[in-house]
């Protein structure tokens, strides 16, 4: 059966810490699986959203796995525009190994996947950020050591990103806090699928000093997503005393860290004495995109891993 990643909670708590032991497995230990009789193969990479860390990270990712990457913008494909999903999606199964698409609609994902004979692994999507939710874990067990009874805070936008952050979490047994403003947090459906995934819990504060207080890790991120500029105005307002500062982290865990999926905007989401400081992980957050890409891929080309 073709193996996608669509969403972290698609995986197994099993899977997620076989993905991660791939990400910190040598070149030699992981093989060439997108190359064939010392041919590489295929690996379409699609963009309707512009990328820097993920289309460097899963460009030199399909590199190192033997495969070679072909990067194509969405107003090239042209997603029910030019073609159907589903044409689109036939026609690149005969040419790759496997699809990546960061995409606008998570609909679009699940359409690609429903009919693809190879593997669809998600990029970006509006509900999902898969890759970034790896790295994220990845980073935080390199620093804290097994994630299991630690506290992860949030402070900000409940987006893509944080509701990946609190998948990989709870399915690795971390305690997850979030600090959202009203009307831009998970409601409580959504906090409790979450805790379904896994023992640990998944709570909502209204101050980010409640979520931050003894945490082991502290995450934020842009106030102001990527297709939302004409709401950036209002947002900022609704943001006002969201900002995570050297006196927020105090309250943290003593050696907690600060991770940030970037790019950042200093002074808003962020203060730069603290994302600049010495607790700040965010570039080796950066560069484990690539190593997390290259597992992921490993991963779903027949990796192993239990579901």
């Known amino acids: 059966m073709t193996r996608h990643l669509l969403d972290i909670a698609d995986l ?67 997603f029910d525009l030019r073609e159907p999903v589903e044409d689109i999606t036939r026609i690149l199964c005969g040419y790759h190994a496997v699809l990546a698409a960061r995409v606008f609609e998570h609909g679009v994902l699940d359409r690609m996947a429903a009919v ?14 898969p890759l ?25 936008d409940y987006n893509n990103v944080a509701r990946s952050l609190g998948e990989v979490c709870a399915l690795l047994g971390a305690h997850v806090r979030y600090a959202c403003p009203n009307g831009f947090g998970p409601d ?34 842009t106030w102001v997503s990527m297709g939302l500029e004409a709401d950036a105005a209002a947002r900022r307002r609704a943001f006002e005393g969201f900002s995570v500062t050297t006196e927020l982290m ?40 690539m190593h997390t890409a290259r597992g992921a891929l490993a991963f779903v080309l027949g990796g192993g891993g239990q579901s």
């Open 116 to 129: 693809s004979t190879v593997p669809v692994v998600n990029m970006l999507s509006d509900t999902s950020h």
């Open 12 to 78: 197994s708590a099993a899977d997620v810490r076989h993905i991660l032991e791939l990400s910190v497995c040598g070149l030699d230990q992981l093989g060439t699986p997108l190359a064939a009789n010392g041919t590489a193969l295929g690996a379409a990479l699609i963009f309707e959203k512009p990328s820097l860390r993920t289309r460097h990270s899963m460009e030199l990712a399909v590199v190192q796995l033997g495969g070679h990457p072909v990067a194509t913008k969405g107003e090239e494909i042209g």
């Open 132 to 156: 970034q939710a790896l790295a994220d874990a990845l980073t935080m067990r390199q620093s804290l050591g097994e994630l299991a009874g630690k506290v992860v805070a949030w402070v900000g």
């Open 188 to 221: 409580e459906p959504e906090l409790e699928r979450l805790g379904m995934l896994g023992t640990a819990t998944v709570r909502r504060n209204r101050r980010p000093i409640e979520a931050v207080e003894g945490a082991h890790a502290v995450h934020s991120d």
């Open 250 to 289: 105090q309250a943290a865990a003593p050696g907690a860290v600060f991770l940030h999926c970037l790019p950042a905007h200093r002074g808003l989401e962020v203060h730069p004495d603290v994302i600049d400081g010495p607790n700040s992980l965010v570039f080796r957050q950066g560069h484990n995109r």
